[in-house]
């Protein structure tokens, strides 16, 4: 006979219940504000494990009146999928189902494009979740269809009304009545490392070692011991990722270990990996192209790994970019040319460039050097630059070649 788990017990049935995530369930929460008016649309959940997706789409489907299906992508098929669907066609599912998929990035392109019909049709309403960059993980008609929420690591503050539920209930369950400081509950918070199931894991462990009142000995036996404090979701956590930033964009590798060994000390291995792959292109850029690629196989491999191996791979990544050549020209072109675009210029592209016909477009590879004259900027943004070349080594090399080709000295 399986024994539900106690992160299961106290899941909340309520917004007001969820620990964290102020900015979604909070009193000016974006969802609460949906719900509140009784809009339900297709959402995205992304976010690390713990941080209370599954919970979110419990009280979403609550609150929608709508017949909530759960699925993990791991080892659902399109035939749980279609199941699902057939399910609108009864009485219980007369007032629409949510389906709740979690894991979705384990559904392949064409399993993900199968749910466009379900969508389109109104027969289904998804809310999926990831634990990756939804943008990467997720096929773009689908988020096109969906609103996107981030769910971030809960603090330790707002982790530990989640442990003294989990305690009450362990009492009345063994029928005895230990008590438990809120100090040593937050310690156990702070362990958790924004996951709230772990820490609730950690408490269980703790709960059945101690004799009358926990202590401060128990807690040090069950975890691990953190220098300096780090609120995995407060404004210490966003210093930290930008001194880690900082660090790197100023080519100080010793700074930058430092600020990686603490953010990780935390237990944020998400927040890390997508702020490396940024500096890869924002700060190393055109300088060292192959830092991107480099630090995404590291970003990999450490999200494989996880803790406290993923620190290796990351290490890695980060003093490869700290130690590299630095150029931001791409960030800042890129910037330039989004400004004209929302000041609406550049409406009407040149002829040559669109389909069909391409009529007098010329081919590039049928000229010497593989390189003709023609225009293809907007007339309106004829010869405006965005991009201008860095001083690197690479970056100099690629403007001699652009230079040459062009018959410039």
């Known amino acids: 006979m399986s024994v539900k788990p106690l992160a299961d017990k106290i899941r909340p049935t309520s917004i007001d219940d969820i620990v964290g995530q102020e900015h979604l369930f909070g009193p000016r929460g974006t969802i609460r504000a949906m719900l509140s008016r009784g809009r339900i649309t297709n959402m995205i959940f992304s976010g690390p494990p713990g941080t209370g997706k599954t919970t979110a789409a419990s009280i979403v489907a609550a609150a929608s009146g709508m017949r909530l299906f759960r699925l993990n992508a791991t080892t659902a098929s399109l035939s749980d999928v279609k199941a699902v669907a057939e399910e609108t ?15 979705i990035q384990y559904f392949n ?9 379900y969508l389109e049709d109104g027969r289904i309403t998804l809310i999926a979740s990831t634990t990756e960059n939804p943008y990467f993980a997720i096929y773009n008609a689908l988020i096109s269809r969906s609103s996107v929420f981030e769910f971030k690591p809960v603090p330790p503050a707002a982790c530990v009304r989640a442990l003294r539920r989990a305690w009450e209930l362990l009492n009345e369950g063994e029928g005895t009545s230990k008590t438990a400081p809120d100090a040593l509950l937050l310690r156990l918070a702070e362990c958790g490392g924004g996951d709230v199931r772990r820490s609730i894991g950690i408490l269980e462990n703790a709960y059945f070692l101690t004799d009358e009142a ?38 100080d590798p010793d700074a930058t270990v430092f600020y990686l060994a603490k953010i990780l000390a935390g237990g944020d291995l998400l927040s890390v990996c997508r702020r490396l792959q940024v500096i890869a292109s924002e700060d190393v850029g055109a300088a060292y192209p192959l830092a991107a690629v480099v630090t995404r196989a590291c970003v990999e491999s450490a999200r494989d790994l996880g803790l406290p191996e993923a620190a290796i791979p990351l290490a890695n990544a980060a003093c490869l970019l700290a130690t ?3 150029s931001n020209a791409a960030h800042d072109a890129y910037f330039a040319a989004l400004k004209d675009v929302e000041a609406g210029r550049g409406a009407e592209v040149p002829s040559h460039l669109q389909s069909p016909l391409f009529k007098g477009y010329k081919y ?32 100099q090399a690629a403007k001699a070649y652009y230079d040459f080709i062009r018959g410039k000295k």
């Open 89 to 103: 066609k009864t009485m219980f599912g007369s007032e629409g189902v949510l389906l709740y998929l979690d894991e």
């Open 109 to 117: 392109r064409k399993q993900q494009q199968s749910l466009l019909e």
């Open 214 to 251: 926990l202590s401060e000995d128990t807690v040090k036996e069950l975890t691990p011991s953190f220098t300096g404090n780090f609120d995995a979701s407060g404004d210490v956590h966003y210093d930290m990722l930008s001194c880690l930033q900082k660090s790197i964009r100023g080519s």
């Open 324 to 326: 590299a050549p630095k």
């Open 364 to 395: 590039p590879h049928a000229y010497p050097n593989h390189f003709v004259e023609q225009q293809y900027l907007p007339s309106d943004l004829k010869g405006k630059r965005y991009y201008e070349f860095g001083t690197s080594k690479t970056e």
